[in-house]
């Protein structure tokens, strides 16, 4: 099966501009994640999505990204105007099932993530 | 309380020994554990799932799951210089099982 794709692989901008990212999730995958990684750090989650809706943004800074996730499908992360600290890989995830009632949650499955610098 | 802690590290360990690492997560109500390995400038890649009490085995790798404890550790044998990465835990929770990772440990495996 393809994998999650996501582009660009890189993207330099000055800050105060505006970038977005995309992503594709593995075909039949409900749960779309978007993670913000600073070096050094671990992910951080920035929004879930479980198929067209919002289920988790409460790290997400709202003053200045935005994502979308139209028909439950790929998936746009906007940040607008950009500061220095943005200055991260970003990862899109996807996965099969969250473990409502019971089951268990299927593993998370990542692009190659968008290196984002900030000048 | 953060809810996944994991040790920083660097963890060095010499070339055939086991590697230990651990996780404590704060949310009792957790179901499913991944473990993630990361190559520097890579994403991370799924190890190994577990999501029963008890030892899992895949390999040279063993996951290992203490709920009680609120603990996850991964032991990986035979160490090899390849295993040289940093490993994440990640844990779902909450309602609608928000996938929360540690801030990793870096293990340097020494020839």
């Known amino acids: 099966e393809a994998g999650v794709a996501q582009s660009p692989r890189y993207k330099i901008i000055e800050k105060r501009q505006s970038v977005a990212f995309w992503c594709n999730p593995i075909?039949?995958?409900?749960?779309l994640y978007w993670y913000q990684q600073i070096l050094g750090q671990g992910p951080k989650l920035l929004i879930q999505?479980?198929?067209?809706?919002?289920?988790?943004d409460s790290q997400l800074p709202k003053d200045r990204f935005s994502a979308e996730r139209l028909k439950g499908v790929d998936s746009t992360l906007k940040i607008q105007p950009a500061k220095l600290e943005d200055s991260a890989v970003y990862l899109c995830?996807?996965?099969?099932?969250?473990?409502?009632?019971?089951?268990?949650?299927?593993?998370?499955?990542f692009g190659n993530g968008t290196r984002l610098t900030v000048t | 309380q953060k809810e996944v802690e994991q040790n920083s590290g660097p963890l060095s360990v010499p070339e055939g020994a086991i590697a230990s690492l651990n996780c404590t997560y704060s949310?009792?109500?957790?179901?499913?554990f991944f473990w993630y390995r990361q190559y520097s400038g890579k994403s991370p890649e799924l190890i190994m799932s577990?999501?029963?009490?008890g030892d899992k085995e895949d390999g040279r790798f063993t996951a290992q799951l203490n709920k009680a404890s609120q603990y996850v550790s991964l032991l990986i044998r035979d160490s090899q210089p390849s295993d040289s990465a940093t490993y994440l835990c990640?844990?779902?929770?909450?309602?609608?099982?928000?996938?929360?990772f540690g801030t990793g440990t870096k293990l340097q495996v020494i020839p």
């Open positions: 995830a996807s996965s099969a099932r969250i473990g409502f009632g019971g089951h268990h949650n299927s593993p998370l499955h």
């Open positions: 075909s039949g995958h409900a749960t």
């Open positions: 999505f479980q198929n067209n809706g919002v289920v988790d």
């Open positions: 949310d009792r109500g957790s179901q499913s």
């Open positions: 577990i999501y029963s009490n």
């Open positions: 990640a844990v779902p929770s909450g309602g609608y099982q928000k996938v929360t």
